[in-house]
Nanobody, 116 residues
Framework: QVQLVESGGGLVQAGGSLRLSCAASGSIFSINVMGWYRQAPGKQRELVAS???????YYVSSVKGRFTISRDNVKNTVYLQMNSLKPEDTAVYYCNKVPPISAPRWGQGTQVTVSS
């Protein structure tokens, strides 16, 4: 089964940028839609952005224009470029199939903390 490992998180000031990576142990080419999710303390996990095999993208309104998702099917990696970060972007970020049905097990995620 594909395993997912997220990285690239950290502590950044408001207005800063981070680039998250999600490395899969197996091929993600067969997964049509991959996405980045996030979970803030006390809140449910939410889908932030997704990308299809043909590079069609979706963004939740709160990140549109600031985040960019991309995928490299050869490197089996999904990326999330996050610019103009806000304190409300603070969360643990995960990647997985969209929707997460019959999906790989969730990874440990990567913590993003944005200070004001």
């Amino acid at each position: 089964q594909v395993q997912l490992v997220e990285s690239g998180g950290g502590l950044v000031q408001a207005g800063g940028s981070l680039r998250l990576s999600c490395a899969a142990s197996g091929s993600i080419f067969s997964i049509n839609v991959m996405g980045w999710y996030r979970q803030a303390p006390g809140k449910q996990r939410e889908l932030v952005a997704s990308i299809t095999r043909s590079d069609s993208t979706y963004y939740v309104s709160s990140v549109k224009g600031r985040f960019t998702i991309s995928r490299d099917n050869v490197k089996n990696t999904v990326y999330l470029q996050m610019n103009s970060l806000k304190p409300e972007d603070t969360a643990v970020y995960y990647c997985n199939k969209v929707p997460p049905i019959s999906a790989p097990r969730w990874g440990q995620g990567t913590q993003v903390t944005v200070s004001s």
